[in-house]
C-alpha cells in the first residue's frame, strides 16, 4: 500500500511537471503582432479629469497619470508594488531615515529627473497653499503634517537632495513600510502643469491626443527601461461599444445582460477593489447612541439577501479591513430580535422610526430596499429609504446631518490606516459622531509601532473595536468586471490605485 503511495505521488509530480512544461512551450510558442498593432484599446473608460498629480482624484486621471510618468514606485503587473526609480533602498539604523539611490531618468523633453525634482514635488505636496487632498500621506515626514496646517515652511520637510542620484527622506520615527504608499499618483514627479497634452512624461508613455471622445496614449521612447515597453499605443475610449467593438477591454458596466457579456471577445476577469460599503449610524443621534440598538441591526442584518444586488465581482463582507488577509474573530453576542426587544424596554418605547440615507443609483436602490426588508423583520422597527443626488448625499453626511447611512470608502494609500482615521475623534472626516478614547490610543499605538506586521495586528483590534460596538456595519467589498481580450497579455489590475497596470503588456496573435 505505501509503494502505491508513493508510486501515485511520483506520477501526480510527473504529470505537474509536464503541465508546467508545455505551459511554457505553448507561452513561448505565441507569437507577437508587429509592432504597428501592438495596441490596447480599452472601451467605457470615463476620460481623465485632472491632469496635476498633486489633484487628481478621480481613477481615470490617476490612471493616466500613472502611465506617463514613473516615480520612486509604482504598481506592476500583479498589482503589488515594486521599485520604480529606485535602484537601491536603505534604511537608518535608528530606522526613521530611507535613502534611495535612484536610476537616470528624463523627461520627453530632454529634462532629467533627479533626486532635486522629489525634494521640490513633495514639498508641493505638503505646502498648504497647494491644498492637495494627498498632503496627509506626508504627515509620517518630519515636519509633513505642520506644513500642511501652515505653521512649518516647505522647506523644513524631511527630503533632501543628497546628490543628483541619491534621495533622503526622515520620518517623525522609525516605520518599516513607509516606503509602499509612494508608488501612489500624489507621488509622480512631475515637473511642470498644463493641458494633458502640455505634459513632460518621463514614463513608459505620453499623450498623443486628448478630445470629448478619447485619449491616446503611445509609447515613449525616452523612458529608461522602453526596450521592456513592447505597447506603441493605448487607446482609451468613452464609448462602452458593448454593441460595436467586441475586442479589447470592456469593464461591465452594472445590470449588463449575460448575452451582452457572451458577445464580447475575451476572457470574463473580477477585480477586487479596496473599496468597502457600509452602514454607517450617527452615534450622535436617537436612537444610534444605543450601542445595543446598533448591534441589533448589525445582528439582523443578512448579507447573503443582498448578493443578488451586487455587480459580478463585488462580494460581502464582515470586515472594513477589506484589503486584509488574516481572520478576525469579531464577537457580537446575543440574538438580533431579543436584544432589540431589550433596547425597546430599555428606551420605554413600542417601536422605534429610522431613515437609512442612500443615493441615486439602480444598485444602491436596490440595496437599500433589501437593507430596509431585513431590518423590519425586528418586530417594531420602520425603516425610511431617503434617496439623493450623490453630491448633495455626501454634503448632509459630511455635515452630520444624517441617522444611518448606506456609505462607503475607498482607500487612498494602501495601509489598514487608511479604513480607520475616519473615525478618530479629531479627525475631519469624522462625520459618525464617534469618539472613543480606547480606540484613538490603538491608532496612535499604531502608528508609533515601527514593524509593519505588529502595527497591523493592533490596526486589527481597531477595527475589531468599531465592529463589535457596530459604530460601522460592512455590507460588501466593492470591485470591478472586464472582458479581456485573448490577445493580451501582462495586464495588471491592482487593488488599490491605478485602475490598470500596461506598462509592460503585449499584444500576441490569436
Same mark, same amino acid.
Given at each position: 500500500?505505501?509503494?502505491?503511495?508513493?508510486?501515485?505521488?511520483?506520477?501526480?509530480?510527473?504529470?505537474?511537471?509536464?503541465?508546467?512544461?508545455?505551459?511554457?512551450?505553448?507561452?513561448?510558442?505565441?507569437?507577437?503582432?508587429?509592432?504597428?498593432?501592438?495596441?490596447?484599446?480599452?472601451?467605457?473608460?470615463?476620460?481623465?479629469?485632472?491632469?496635476?498629480?498633486?489633484?487628481?482624484?478621480?481613477?481615470?486621471?490617476?490612471?493616466?497619470?500613472?502611465?506617463?510618468?514613473?516615480?520612486?514606485?509604482?504598481?506592476?503587473?500583479?498589482?503589488?508594488?515594486?521599485?520604480?526609480?529606485?535602484?537601491?533602498?536603505?534604511?537608518?539604523?535608528?530606522?526613521?531615515?530611507?535613502?534611495?539611490?535612484?536610476?537616470?531618468?528624463?523627461?520627453?523633453?530632454?529634462?532629467?529627473?533627479?533626486?532635486?525634482?522629489?525634494?521640490?514635488?513633495?514639498?508641493?505636496?505638503?505646502?498648504?497653499?497647494?491644498?492637495?487632498?494627498?498632503?496627509?500621506?506626508?504627515?509620517?515626514?518630519?515636519?509633513?503634517?505642520?506644513?500642511?496646517?501652515?505653521?512649518?515652511?516647505?522647506?523644513?520637510?524631511?527630503?533632501?537632495?543628497?546628490?543628483?542620484?541619491?534621495?533622503?527622506?526622515?520620518?517623525?520615527?522609525?516605520?518599516?513600510?513607509?516606503?509602499?504608499?509612494?508608488?501612489?499618483?500624489?507621488?509622480?514627479?512631475?515637473?511642470?502643469?498644463?493641458?494633458?497634452?502640455?505634459?513632460?512624461?518621463?514614463?513608459?508613455?505620453?499623450?498623443?491626443?486628448?478630445?470629448?471622445?478619447?485619449?491616446?496614449?503611445?509609447?515613449?521612447?525616452?523612458?529608461?527601461?522602453?526596450?521592456?515597453?513592447?505597447?506603441?499605443?493605448?487607446?482609451?475610449?468613452?464609448?462602452?461599444?458593448?454593441?460595436?467593438?467586441?475586442?479589447?477591454?470592456?469593464?461591465?458596466?452594472?445590470?449588463?445582460?449575460?448575452?451582452?457579456?457572451?458577445?464580447?471577445?475575451?476572457?470574463?476577469?473580477?477585480?477586487?477593489?479596496?473599496?468597502?460599503?457600509?452602514?454607517?449610524?450617527?452615534?450622535?443621534?436617537?436612537?444610534?447612541?444605543?450601542?445595543?440598538?446598533?448591534?441589533?441591526?448589525?445582528?439582523?442584518?443578512?448579507?447573503?439577501?443582498?448578493?443578488?444586488?451586487?455587480?459580478?465581482? +463585488? %462580494?460581502?463582507?464582515?470586515?472594513?479591513?477589506?484589503?486584509? &488577509?488574516? =481572520? !478576525?474573530?469579531?464577537?457580537? $453576542?446575543? *440574538? @438580533?430580535?431579543?436584544?432589540?426587544? +431589550? %433596547?425597546?424596554?430599555?428606551?420605554?418605547?413600542?417601536?422605534? &422610526?429610522? =431613515? !437609512?440615507?442612500?443615493?441615486? $443609483?439602480? *444598485? @444602491?436602490?436596490?440595496?437599500?430596499?433589501?437593507?430596509?426588508?431585513?431590518?423590519?423583520?425586528?418586530?417594531?422597527?420602520?425603516?425610511?429609504?431617503?434617496?439623493?443626488?450623490?453630491?448633495?448625499?455626501?454634503?448632509?453626511?459630511?455635515?452630520?446631518?444624517?441617522?444611518?447611512?448606506?456609505?462607503?470608502?475607498?482607500?487612498?494609500?494602501?495601509?489598514?490606516?487608511?479604513?480607520?482615521?475616519?473615525?478618530?475623534?479629531?479627525?475631519?472626516?469624522?462625520?459618525?459622531?464617534?469618539?472613543?478614547?480606547?480606540?484613538?490610543?490603538?491608532?496612535?499605538?499604531?502608528?508609533?509601532?515601527?514593524?509593519?506586521?505588529?502595527?497591523?495586528?493592533?490596526?486589527?483590534?481597531?477595527?475589531?473595536?468599531?465592529?463589535?460596538?457596530?459604530?460601522?456595519?460592512?455590507?460588501?467589498?466593492?470591485?470591478?468586471?472586464?472582458?479581456?481580450?485573448?490577445?493580451?497579455?501582462?495586464?495588471?489590475?491592482?487593488?488599490?490605485?491605478?485602475?490598470?497596470?500596461?506598462?509592460?503588456?503585449?499584444?500576441?496573435?490569436?
Amino acid at each position: 500500500m505505501k509503494r502505491f503511495f508513493i508510486g501515485a505521488a511520483l506520477l501526480g509530480s510527473v504529470l505537474i511537471l509536464f503541465f508546467v512544461i508545455w505551459y511554457g512551450q505553448r507561452e513561448q510558442a505565441r507569437e507577437l503582432v508587429p509592432p504597428e498593432e501592438q495596441i490596447v484599446t480599452i472601451h467605457g473608460e470615463p476620460l481623465p479629469e485632472q491632469p496635476n498629480t498633486l489633484l487628481a482624484i478621480d481613477p481615470s486621471s490617476q490612471t493616466v497619470l500613472s502611465h506617463i510618468y514613473e516615480g520612486l514606485y509604482r504598481f506592476g503587473a500583479d498589482g503589488e508594488i515594486e521599485p520604480g526609480l529606485v535602484k537601491t533602498m536603505t534604511r537608518s539604523e535608528d530606522g526613521a531615515t530611507y535613502t534611495f539611490k535612484l536610476k537616470e531618468s528624463q523627461t520627453v523633453n530632454g529634462n532629467a529627473v533627479t533626486a532635486d525634482t522629489f525634494v521640490n514635488h513633495f514639498r508641493m505636496l505638503a505646502d498648504d497653499d497647494t491644498n492637495s487632498p494627498f498632503s496627509f500621506l506626508l504627515e509620517d515626514v518630519l515636519n509633513g503634517k505642520a506644513i500642511s496646517l501652515g505653521t512649518k515652511e516647505p522647506e523644513t520637510l524631511g527630503v533632501k537632495a543628497i546628490d543628483e542620484q541619491t534621495l533622503e527622506l526622515t520620518l517623525e520615527r522609525p516605520m518599516e513600510g513607509f516606503e509602499q504608499i509612494l508608488a501612489m499618483p500624489a507621488f509622480l514627479p512631475q515637473t511642470m502643469v498644463g493641458e494633458w497634452q502640455e505634459l513632460d512624461a518621463n514614463g513608459p508613455f505620453q499623450i498623443e491626443s486628448l478630445d470629448a471622445a478619447q485619449v491616446t496614449l503611445t509609447k515613449n521612447e525616452a523612458y529608461y527601461d522602453a526596450d521592456r515597453v513592447t505597447l506603441e499605443k493605448i487607446m482609451m475610449l468613452a464609448d462602452e461599444g458593448l454593441d460595436s467593438e467586441p475586442n479589447g477591454i470592456h469593464p461591465i458596466p452594472y445590470g449588463t445582460d449575460e448575452a451582452t457579456i457572451d458577445s464580447l471577445e475575451g476572457k470574463l476577469v473580477d477585480v477586487s477593489r479596496s473599496g468597502v460599503f457600509y452602514l454607517k449610524p450617527n452615534v450622535d443621534e436617537y436612537p444610534f447612541d444605543d450601542a445595543d440598538f446598533r448591534r441589533s441591526l448589525a445582528l439582523a442584518l443578512n448579507r447573503e439577501t443582498v448578493e443578488d444586488s451586487l455587480a459580478q465581482a +463585488e %462580494v460581502t463582507t464582515e470586515r472594513l479591513l477589506v484589503t486584509d &488577509e488574516a =481572520e !478576525l474573530d469579531i464577537s457580537l $453576542d446575543g *440574538e @438580533a430580535t431579543a436584544l432589540f426587544e +431589550e %433596547v425597546l424596554e430599555r428606551l420605554e418605547e413600542d417601536e422605534i &422610526e429610522i =431613515e !437609512l440615507l442612500s443615493f441615486v $443609483d439602480e *444598485e @444602491a436602490r436596490q440595496i437599500a430596499q433589501t437593507i430596509e426588508t431585513e431590518l423590519e423583520k425586528l418586530p417594531g422597527l420602520q425603516v425610511n429609504v431617503v434617496e439623493l443626488p450623490l453630491g448633495d448625499k455626501v454634503r448632509k453626511e459630511v455635515a452630520g446631518e444624517y441617522a444611518l447611512s448606506l456609505s462607503g470608502w475607498q482607500p487612498d494609500y494602501p495601509a489598514f490606516s487608511a479604513y480607520l482615521t475616519q473615525f478618530e475623534s479629531d479627525n475631519y472626516l469624522n462625520s459618525s459622531g464617534f469618539a472613543d478614547k480606547p480606540f484613538d490610543r490603538l491608532m496612535e499605538q499604531a502608528r508609533t509601532t515601527e514593524a509593519v506586521t505588529d502595527r497591523n495586528e493592533t490596526y486589527r483590534q481597531a477595527e475589531k473595536r468599531l465592529l463589535e460596538q457596530a459604530v460601522v456595519i460592512p455590507i460588501y467589498q466593492a470591485g470591478r468586471s472586464y472582458t479581456v481580450d485573448s490577445k493580451y497579455a501582462e495586464i495588471g489590475f491592482p487593488v488599490i490605485g491605478p485602475s490598470y497596470v500596461l506598462t509592460f503588456s503585449k499584444v500576441y496573435e490569436k
